[in-house]
């Protein structure tokens, strides 16, 4: 369903996996809508059905100028460059593979790590004994690296629960594009390496945050948590900080 998401969600981990009483608390609000969520998603249905017309050829063109009459000049632009860098990516993978597939939007499913876990990967490509995670952040503020970010890894471990017994994977490559901020990171790791992360880091605070466990840990992570502006943990956090400057000045 549109606007769905799973509880222990791939884009939400950075923050479930470091606080994991976060879940119990964010329970008790609604999804927050804003400008800039809507803009996201707009830019995410303009770049998928492009990569749906240039990769799968699946889409008519006349589909694609629907889309593309209704984004401005700035999302125009910086959609076409994150679609040319997976159309790039894709082309080169089939000149090392020919059995190379790609998937956009593909819902998969996590749940051998996080409990009832799945999440949508935004392009997937497969061939040989490689795997490409690719993501898109729309968004203007901080660069995201790719680096250690829980995120793009979870997708790889859904494309490989969901694909992987078609494939003898064995590397693995996420890459995290903000065109707007001209800005690519990746990461690269073998699957056992993967594999190792899941089950010695993951797993334990999957399950923590699935059973609702009260454990608070405030930090940059907050940004995003629907409950911050009431979360005691948080502001305890940050009197005890003004109260140190307060006393350090004394």
């Not at 860098?85 to 993978?93: P, R, S, T, W």
Request: aromatic share 8%; with cysteine.
């Amino acid at each position: 369903m549109p606007g769905e998401h799973a509880k222990l969600s791939a884009s939400g981990s950075k923050r479930w996996m470091e606080c994991p009483g976060s879940i119990l608390l964010e329970e008790m609000y609604e999804e927050e809508d804003s400008e800039y969520a809507a803009e996201g998603t707009q830019a995410h249905a303009l770049a998928e059905i492009m990569l749906r017309h240039q990769v799968l050829k699946s889409v008519m063109e006349s589909n694609v100028q629907e889309l593309w009459d209704k984004a401005d000049a700035e999302m125009r632009r910086y959609t076409t460059e994150y679609v040319e860098y997976c159309k790039d990516l894709y082309d080169n993978m089939m000149l090392k593979h020919k059995d190379t597939v790609a998937f956009i939007e593909e819902r998969v499913r996590y749940d051998e790590w996080a409990e009832e876990g799945y999440g949508t990967v935004d392009f997937c490509v497969i061939g040989g004994d490689e795997i490409h995670i690719v993501d898109l952040k729309y968004g203007k503020g901080v660069p995201v690296s790719a680096e250690g970010n829980p995120q793009p890894r979870l997708y790889a471990k859904g494309a490989l629960q969901e694909l992987g017994f078609l494939y003898d994977l064995k590397k693995i490559k996420m890459h995290i594009v903000q065109p707007r901020l001209q800005s690519i990171s990746t990461e690269e790791m073998t699957v056992a390496e993967l594999l190792k992360w899941g089950e010695d880091v993951l797993i334990p605070r999957a399950k923590k945050a699935f059973i609702g466990t009260r454990e608070y840990s405030p930090g940059s992570h907050c940004k995003f948590c629907k409950a911050r502006a009431t979360c005691k943990a948080r502001a305890n956090k940050v009197l005890n900080s003004i109260a140190a400057i307060l006393t350090k000045g004394e």
